[in-house]
């Protein structure tokens, strides 16, 4: 049973645009949520990441939203440049749980098109 | 600052055969941890381990043994290699443990299981 779900195995977005990531998890004690990015033959590289305490939050380009209600976070990345294709990792933690290690999603591949 | 080391990076065995994959950082990081991961899937936690001389299982760890002797080191043992094992296998370390903070990959280690 997935804890944190990738729907969308890949996405596509033109050079410029904005590219939007979705996640969504089913355990309520997750409260740390992060953002990997992986290149192929390389290890994931940390991108972001939010609390659940917060509902945004924004590194340069890249912008995270957490709906608590929802059980929904995305990843906002805002004008899409060429070097963000990639997969990127959605994954959770419960922190105040005392839980070691992240759970991940299957991960979106995206594509950014000239 | 080499980061997370993992050495080899890929790596052929047959059916029944044992090797240890090793990994090293150099970050003075209390937390390492091993992942796998299979095509189109997450990365799912193996083993971690919160300081030298500690190590708890994850979500995945029949198959596999790890140790920690020294903070710099945490090699992941294959015991009896079964096809079943064949995947990306990715250490990671982080400062503490709970998800909250940022955790370093490895390059990873491609392991084919014939």
């Known amino acids: 049973d997935q804890q944190v779900k990738q729907n969308s195995p890949s996405l596509s977005v033109q050079e410029g645009r904005i590219s939007i990531l979705n996640c969504d998890y089913t355990?309520?004690?997750?409260?740390?949520f992060l953002w990997y990015k992986k290149y192929p033959a390389e290890g994931p590289t940390f991108l972001i990441s939010i609390s659940s305490i917060k509902d945004k939050n924004e590194d340069g380009r890249f912008t995270v939203f957490l709906n608590k209600s929802a059980k929904h976070l995305s990843l906002h990345i805002v004008p899409s440049q060429p070097g963000d294709s990639a997969v990127y990792f959605c994954?959770?933690?419960?922190?105040?749980?005392?839980?070691?290690?992240?759970?991940f999603g299957k991960g979106t591949h995206l594509i950014i098109q000239p | 600052n080499a980061g997370v080391t993992q050495t080899p990076k890929f790596r052929i065995l047959k059916i029944g055969q044992s090797m240890t994959l090793q990994c090293a950082q150099d970050?003075?990081?209390?937390?390492m941890y091993w992942y796998r991961q299979d095509p189109g899937m997450g990365l799912k936690l193996i083993y971690y381990?919160?300081?030298?001389?500690?190590?708890d299982k994850g979500e995945v760890p029949n198959g596999y043994n790890v140790s920690r002797s020294t903070t710099e080191d945490f090699p992941l043992r294959l015991e009896l290699a079964a096809p079943s094992q064949t995947s990306v296998y990715f250490c990671a370390s982080s400062y503490s443990g709970g998800g909250n903070t940022e955790a370093f990959f490895g390059q990873g280690t491609r392991l084919t299981v014939v």
């Open positions: 381990s919160v300081g030298a001389g500690i190590t």
């Open positions: 994954a959770a933690s419960a922190v105040q749980e005392g839980a070691d290690g992240l759970t």
């Open positions: 355990n309520s004690m997750f409260d740390y």
């Open positions: 970050m003075n990081h209390n937390y």
